[in-house]
């Protein structure tokens, strides 16, 4: 059983930044997939970024260019680095972890995190 612990998230203005981590209880960064995943309010959960088992790494179009994936295997945690912040980027962000090759798609991923709100004001 991996245990997934999201933090960072917060209120900020358009135009700044948040950093989020996800620490797992035990390694995982060579052992699973692991993305960021966002879902605002009424909406589907969507696909954020990916940071693979191999360390390739995959963005949405909406992340690409503003926000980074890395990790950190030292202290099995993942980051997401956003940048550049837009009101539109509201939501609760939550990563999972998964051995599928669906990376995309929240319906494979075994572990997920309780989520932590990030809020953009215009």
């Known amino acids: 059983q991996v245990q997934l612990v999201e933090s960072g998230g917060g209120w900020v203005q358009t135009g700044g930044s948040l950093r989020l981590a996800c620490e797992a209880s035990?390694?995982?960064?060579?052992?699973?997939?692991v993305a960021w995943f966002r879902q605002a309010p009424g909406k589907e959960r969507e696909f954020v970024a990916v940071?693979?088992?191999?360390?390739?790494?995959s963005y949405s179009d909406s992340a690409k260019g503003r926000f980074t994936i890395s990790r950190d295997s030292a202290k099995n945690t993942v980051y997401l680095q956003m940048n550049n912040l837009k009101p539109e980027d509201t939501a609760v962000y939550s990563c999972g972890a998964t051995k599928s090759v669906a990376i995309s798609q929240a319906q494979y991923y075994y572990y997920w995190g309780q989520g932590t709100q990030v809020t953009v004001s215009s």
């Open positions: 035990t390694r995982i960064n060579s052992v699973y997939n």
């Open positions: 940071v693979r088992m191999s360390g390739s790494i």
